[in-house]
């Protein structure tokens, strides 16, 4: 079968996926699973070997190591009890609480802590916000835009790799520097993300809450609660080892973004200091510690999201390699494509392509060398180019089968884990849209080069 023709199967595949799981209530990740095997096997001629080699290997050990950890905590108690002392201490300024997730994900993320902001901040912000009554997406857009917008910065991390990209194609772009035009993208991006934040934080903590209870969001900026009991003897241990394991994961990525200190020991560390490998460490030390039953947390694993996030990777990897990205990116060489419509595609594409691969290491790379051909054949800025592909790029960062979107699942509580994976992969288009409808109207382009 041709290439096109298996492009078609796996679109339509994942459409009777979607709709079977509504109507029946059927995993989505069976459906897409069995879809893959049969379009890639009986269409495409793979083996089954081939199509089980898309599993995605990074999300799901991720997804695994960090519930084996905060299993432990939510399995004794830690994680609540912590949620209800800090809602304790912001009882007077309920409100506020989005916001300082918000805060302290950006902060974190400036510094270079990279994906270890998520590791600390969204087990605290499921715990403090589900407690206060804060809607779990806005918990994740919280989390999720406050770590990218630090993380953006053009000194640390993500930031730096942007960066690179624009200067390999400097020379192309015009008179003004790559780290000139990378500034006025990073601050384009800072200002969309607080934009965006506040309109989500209206919608979720004002307009939803006053439709389903009939008050203005909360109508009183202070709730009553009786102050929390100390915390227990296994609390306590299990909270130092979480913290200690934060650290672990932390320092060594700070010291090497700032200070770059040389050796063959240092470097070995900081290949070791990794999310995923300090959760399934710590996790073993909790187990020692008998800080909770070893079955009951390996029953907290979330496999509704795992197989669901598992089965669509095999559909969208035999699209790829059917040749999902040539198919979009030729999108871009017809020469008749208005000027105006170039930045909005740029973000839908880079939008879409993120769903499924990765922003840093194929989308951006991908987008980015393309934009000083189409900034000198249509005059437009390649401000607002670049700028449209990173937050196009961004706009899909909660999806479900990204790290970060992954990662938000990890840590919600196990009452809304499979909810989640549908309501952050939902509100993808969301963002997508309100995005690509920003790049239309030029908002992106505001900073000249």
């Known amino acids: 079968m041709s290439n096109t023709a298996v492009l078609w199967s796996c679109l339509i595949a994942i459409g009777i996926s979607i709709a079977v799981t509504y109507k029946w209530k059927v995993n989505l990740g069976f459906m897409a699973m069995s879809f893959a095997f049969l379009i890639g096997c009986m269409f495409q001629g793979d083996t089954v070997a081939t199509v089980f080699g898309f599993w995605p290997n990074s999300i799901v050990f991720f997804l695994i190591a960090a519930c ?4 432990f905590a939510a399995e004794n108690g830690t994680m609540k009890m912590f949620g209800d002392k800090l809602l304790w201490r912001f009882r007077k300024n309920i409100n506020f609480i989005p916001i300082l997730i918000f805060l302290v994900a950006m902060l974190l993320g400036f510094l270079g802590a990279g994906s270890s902001t998520m590791v600390i901040v969204t087990p605290i ?10 809607d779990p997406m806005l918990i994740v857009f919280g989390v999720g835009m406050g770590y990218i917008t630090g993380g953006y910065n053009p000194w640390t991390g993500t930031g730096v790799i942007m960066l690179g990209l624009i200067e390999k194609n400097a020379a192309a772009v015009g008179a003004a520097s790559a780290s000139q035009i990378y500034m006025r993208v990073w601050l384009t991006f800072v200002i969309k993300q607080i934009i965006f934040m506040a309109i989500f934080y209206v919608f979720y903590n004002v307009i939803k809450k006053k439709r389903n209870k009939g008050l203005q969001g909360n109508e009183s900026r202070e709730i009553k609660i009786e102050k929390p009991a100390d915390y227990t003897p296994v609390q306590k241990k299990t909270l130092i080892l979480i913290l200690i394991s934060c650290l672990v994961i932390v320092i060594p990525s700070l010291v090497s973004t700032w200070f770059h200190p040389k050796g063959w020991f240092f470097t070995d560390l900081v290949n070791l200091c990794k999310p995923q490998a300090i959760l399934v460490i710590a996790a073993v030390i909790a187990n020692i510690m008998k800080l909770a039953d070893p079955k009951k947390v390996i029953n907290r694993l979330p496999m509704g999201a795992i197989l669901m996030i598992v089965g669509v990777s095999f559909l969208m990897g035999i699209a790829t390699k059917a040749g999902l990205l040539d198919v979009l990116v030729s999108l871009f060489k017809n020469e008749a494509l208005p000027a105006f419509l170039v930045a909005p595609l740029l973000s839908i594409l880079a939008s ?35 700028a449209s592909i990173m937050i196009g790029a961004d706009a899909t960062s909660i999806s479900p089968f990204s790290d970060a979107g992954a990662q938000l699942i990890a840590f919600a509580p196990d009452e809304l884990k499979d909810r989640m994976v549908t309501k952050q992969f939902g509100m993808v288009f969301v963002v997508w849209g309100m995005c690509a409808l ?8 505001v900073f000249p080069v």
């Open 125 to 134: 912000a499921y715990s403090i916000g589900i407690a206060a009554g804060v």
């Open 438 to 445: 920003a790049a239309l109207l030029g908002l992106w382009s």
């Open 352 to 386: 879409f392509l993120t769903i499924f691969t990765s922003a840093n290491f194929v989308v951006a790379p991908l987008l980015f060398s393309m934009v000083p051909a189409l900034s000198a054949a249509m005059g437009l800025n390649p401000v607002g180019l670049y």
């Open 68 to 71: 084996l950890l905060f299993g």
